[in-house]
């Protein structure tokens, strides 16, 4: 996680504040440089997600498009700085389209301008169409999507808020 990432969570919860017992699962969730853990209230019921075990991590998945959990179990899906290392973007979505209870919302932030970086693999750069397209295909609606961009460093993120459709 970065700093910038970690500030555009914090205007997302801002804005969509969760409620006691919101059930999260954060896609991606292995600790490096900071948690959006962190940033959460106490009273959410948290569940980090990862294909590692590691520090923030409560639940292993080694398959990236299957996840041990039921369908439509999540109030809301988080994952940032994750879609970047996954080879088929269209599946993990809907994975996490399928996890997400019907109209709640799920939170991506992808790099669009950023230094290769593999963890494992680096396989991507998400503009807001192509973030706007794979909402839609898995089911979807765009609530907002937009680029966030720091000229002052190599760093520029698509930030997507979504709506699963009912």
């Known amino acids: 996680m970065n700093l910038k990432t970690m500030q555009i969570m914090k205007k997302f919860l801002f804005a969509y504040p969760p409620g006691p ?3 999260v699962a954060d896609i991606g969730s292995m ?3 900071g948690s959006y853990r962190e940033l959460f209230p106490g009273n959410v019921i948290y569940t980090g997600i990862d294909i590692a075990a590691g ?6 998945s080694a398959d990236p498009y299957n996840y041990p959990f039921p369908d439509n179990h999540f109030d809301l899906v988080i994952s940032g700085n994750t879609l970047e290392h996954v080879e088929d973007m269209k599946e993990f979505m809907r994975e996490v389209c399928r996890i997400l209870k019907p109209g709640n919302l799920v939170f991506i932030s992808v790099p669009f301008k950023w230094p290769k ?3 494992p693999i680096d396989c991507w ?3 807001p169409d192509g973030l706007s397209f794979l909402f839609k295909v898995s089911g979807i609606d765009p609530v ?4 966030i961009e720091d000229n002052t460093i190599y760093e520029g993120h698509t ?8």
């Open 117 to 119: 970086h593999r963890c």
């Open 144 to 147: 907002e999507i937009k680029m």
């Open 31 to 33: 600790d490096v440089n």
């Open 159 to 166: 930030i997507g808020i979504g709506r699963k459709q009912i």
């Open 125 to 127: 750069r998400v503009l």
């Open 55 to 60: 520090n923030g991590v409560d639940v292993v």
């Open 21 to 23: 017992g919101t059930t």
